[in-house]
């Protein structure tokens, strides 16, 4: 077990395909900017303008809603819940929707910000097709974007492994409440460094079973070990198919799903700009990379362009 601090389980998704070689980093780079350059913002605006692009976003997007970018920079290793292990183990199952559950009412919580209402002006006015995001927080939606591809699910449904029926989250959180008197105060619930959430006998912990089927629930998340599903998967390709330029907000690129949508705009000879903080393995590919926030790069871009 590594040392790791309070992380809800669900939160870190790694789909299982191949990995992919990335070219080397800034190979083909134009220019880095540094977060106070007005210049490069104008360079990007310049180039987008007129055309539709499509966003792909990660984690970095959606920590400052106060949600913890887990896999950004500094962020220590550690090692996620795959389905494997849901499946097969049961106290790893309890142990996982006891931490889980922690980590819901977070995202619960949280409020879309500068950087996903940006994109929702943008979508708006036709400067973007749409957003494919890698996030589970459903924060795109909330927004108020109205053609979002969530690549790994969301934290706001459940579903049953057996049926495929659908459940809301809140009613499993109320029924893990319910069976579960522990979860109702969380002030009293320990998070080990690996992120279980210690709920003292974790044998007597209830995990909800579907209500239609008794069979085995789990949130719509894409966990460790589980493809993208194929549909999804098609619907992002479909939207890079159709814009004129792929803007990639808050994404280090690491999971190969999200590398796989960038080649895919490299195929095309899309402009890619890249912004984040930190390396991403799309640097390579990028005709321009903006080392800043996304919020506030976002709402640059969205006055430029709107202005
Ligand atoms: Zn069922």
């Given at each position: 077990m590594t040392a790791d601090p309070v992380v809800p389980s669900d939160t870190v998704l790694v789909d299982a395909l191949e990995p992919t070689d990335a070219p080397d980093a800034a190979a083909a780079l134009t220019s880095t900017v540094a977060l106070d350059s007005e210049r490069a913002v104008d360079a990007v605006a310049t180039l987008l303008r007129g055309k539709r692009a499509a966003v792909l976003t990660g984690a970095g997007l959606s920590t400052d809603s106060g949600i913890p970018d887990y896999r950004g920079e500094g962020a220590p290793k550690r090692t996620p819940m795959t389905f494997q292990t849901f499946v097969a183990d049961e106290r790893s199952r309890k142990r996982y929707w006891a931490g889980s559950h922690l980590g819901w009412s977070v995202f619960r919580r949280a409020e879309p910000n500068l950087g996903h209402r940006s994109l929702v002006q943008l979508e708006s006015a036709g400067a973007i097709a749409g957003v494919i995001t890698q996030n589970v927080d459903g924060l795109h939606t909330r927004a108020g974007s109205r053609h979002v591809v969530e690549l790994h699910g969301s934290l706001d449904r459940v579903i049953c492994l057996d049926c495929g029926q659908a459940f809301g989250r809140d009613s499993i959180a109320a029924r893990l409440e319910a069976d579960n008197p522990v979860l109702r105060d969380s002030d009293s619930i320990r998070i080990a460094p690996d992120g279980d959430a210690d709920v003292g006998n974790i044998d007597d912990f209830v995990v909800p079973a579907c209500t239609v089927c008794g069979g085995m629930l789990k949130p719509r998340v894409v966990f460790f070990g589980e493809l993208v599903p194929t549909e999804t998967f098609l619907e992002a390709a479909a939207l890079i198919q159709a814009a004129d330029a792929l803007i990639v907000a808050g994404?280090?690129?690491?999971v190969n799903s999200g590398i796989r949508l960038v080649e895919q705009a490299r195929r095309r000879k899309l402009p890619i700009i890249v912004i984040n903080r930190g390396v991403t393995k799309g640097d390579g590919r990028a005709l321009h990379k903006l080392e800043a926030g996304t919020s506030e790069t976002l709402a640059a871009l969205a006055d430029r362009l709107l202005g």
């Open positions: 994404s280090s690129l690491a």
